[in-house]
Each structure stands twice: as C-alpha cells, then as structure tokens.
C-alpha cells in the first residue's frame, strides 16, 4: 500500500523542521565541536562498545573515505582510541577514551534535554504515539535502504562496450565524487570526458575494453583497459569509479576481475594505473588483484597538487 501524497509531503516537512530545530544543519552539532557524523560515531561507538571502521561505514550509511578522514580527526583529537582485534590483529577496534566517554555524556546530556523539554509540551498519550511513531518510522528507512543495497548486489549487470551517454555519465560519476571528496573542479572533469571520449572511438581495437555496471539500464560504475597508450605491451586501467549508493556492495571488484582477467587473456605484460595517496579503499582493492606501488611524487596533472603514485601488475 502507497501512502497518501499528503502522508508523505507533512513527513517530509515534520522531518526537515527536525533537521534545523535538532542543529543538524550546523557545522558542529550537540554543544560540541563536531559535525553530526563525528556525534553518530561516538555515540555508535558508546553503545557498541567498539567498533571497526568498516562497521560504522555500514551503521551510518556514509563513504569509506569520509568516514576514514573524520575517525582520524576523533583519534588525535584524544575522543577515540585503537587497539588490535583478537580475532584479527590486522583490524583495528575504535573505542571511547576517557575524553571521549566525556565528550558523549555531554553529548546526551544536551540531546536528553532538548527532547525532553520538547516532549514536555505534548500531553502523555502524543508522547508514546510520538516515541512509537519515530520509531517505526526510523525503523522503516534503514530496511529501504539495506533493501536498495541489496538490489544493487543482485540485479546488478556488468556489460562491455560503448553504451549511448557512458561518457557523460562516467564524468558525472568522477566529477560529483571528486569535487565532493577532494574538491577537484572542472579542468579535471573536463579531462576525464575528454580522455574517455578520445578513447570511445579506439573500442573497435582488440586491446582496448570498457566494463560497465548496470543497474535498471543505469550505469553505476565503470572501469576500463586502454592497451595502446602505454605501448610496450603494457595495459593502462582507466576510469574506474562507482555510484555513491554502490561503494562497499562488491560491484568494484567485479569490475576489476573483469578487467584482470581480460588484461591476462591478451597477455600484456604488465597493467599500470595512476592515482593518488588518499584512495585508501582503492588502494586496498588494487592491492587484493596483485598491484603494487611503484612510484610516488609530487604532481597536478588532475588540477590541484597531490601526492600521486603509480601501481602496477606484472603479469608473469
């Protein structure tokens, strides 16, 4: 059954009038020095115990990389600690320091009162209908969500070639993310659409292939092999990017077992590709298919100065 769209428009009023009236749309959040992000996290990490990075990406919903920068912040600004997992020394577990527990009991103390004194103002029986409500309601929003993310995994199709609008699309997907996370501009979407264009029109060459990731005829990643520009025999991965809503679903490493295994049956010897020193979840996957970092400098050749690097794959 579809609410009705009059349900649906005093929802979304109630839930924007929340937002403000809550400091959500502040820069720190709480009576504190932090954004929303930074406040969820501590007090996930309250409740939990502790928790890994990778866990509370998925409890709250958010980019890997955003989540790596703002836990980083927490951990020398003294609120958070790491230590080993006994299962596995290689993951770290984030926990509360005495600064921290601080931090979180003033962080509870002002959210109980504000609700509170809000709650105040209903008689008791709109009270529980309020507390039931929000409840069933917050409830309802994370199963739309972990449903969507679960369709993404498996309704997901990789298809190879051009696709009518993959350049466009594939330099909406580096420019929104790029601009968002690392505030690239438009010299370096304009060289990515270009760079792909270019390369469109050489699909028609053995040694050169584009895997894209389809989701209901919308492309939600992309990776590529362009073996002509390196020479030598070697394979160049270009464009690998995906959608916001599929980081973390898996669809990244079926676009690059695609492209390993297309690069193995050509039998180039080696694959190269060019990034820089902040990809880490990138980094990560690269390294799981046998790359290795190879050189390392100072470079703008994407608009800003960075530290970039060079990972290959020696194909034996």
């Known amino acids: 059954m579809i609410s009705e769209p009059n349900n649906i428009q005093n929802i979304r009023a109630a839930s924007r009038l929340m937002v403000r009236e809550l400091g959500f749309m502040n820069q720190n959040l709480a009576a504190t020095d932090y954004p929303p992000s930074a406040v969820h996290s501590m007090l996930e990490i309250e409740t939990h115990g502790s928790l890994t990075a990778a866990q509370l990406v998925q409890l709250l919903g958010l980019e890997k990389s955003s989540v790596s920068r703002m836990l980083a912040k927490l951990v020398e600004a003294g609120e958070l600690k790491e230590s080993p997992s006994a299962e596995d020394g290689r993951t770290k577990l984030l926990s509360l320091t005495g600064k921290g527990r601080d931090t979180v009991h003033n962080i509870n103390t002002y959210a109980d009162e504000r609700v509170g004194a809000a709650l105040g103002m209903l008689d008791p029986l709109t009270q529980e209908t309020v507390s039931h409500g929000l409840s069933s309601y917050a409830s309802a929003l994370k199963a739309c969500r972990e449903n969507i993310e679960g369709n993404i ?157 060079q990972f290959t794959r020696k194909i034996i």
């Open 153 to 309: 995994r498996n309704n997901v199709k990789i298809v190879t070639g051009y696709h009518a609008g993959m350049i466009g699309r594939i330099a909406e997907m580096h420019g929104r993310y790029y601009a968002r996370e690392h505030n690239f501009g438009s010299f370096f979407e304009g060289k990515v659409a270009a760079g792909l264009a270019d390369f469109s029109g050489r699909l028609d060459k053995p040694c050169n292939q584009i895997w894209l990731a389809m989701v209901n005829e919308r492309i939600v990643g992309s990776v590529a092999i362009d073996g002509e520009d390196l020479g030598n025999k070697e394979a160049h991965l270009r464009w690998f990017i995906l959608d916001d809503g599929c980081r973390g679903s898996g669809v990244g490493r079926k676009l690059i077992g695609e492209a390993m295994r297309f690069c193995d049956e050509q039998s180039f010897t080696s694959v190269q590709l060019w990034t820089f020193n902040k990809l880490k979840a990138a980094r990560r996957l690269y390294e799981s298919f046998g790359f290795e970092l190879s050189k390392e400098w100072e470079g703008d050749q994407w608009g800003s100065t960075i530290t970039e690097q």
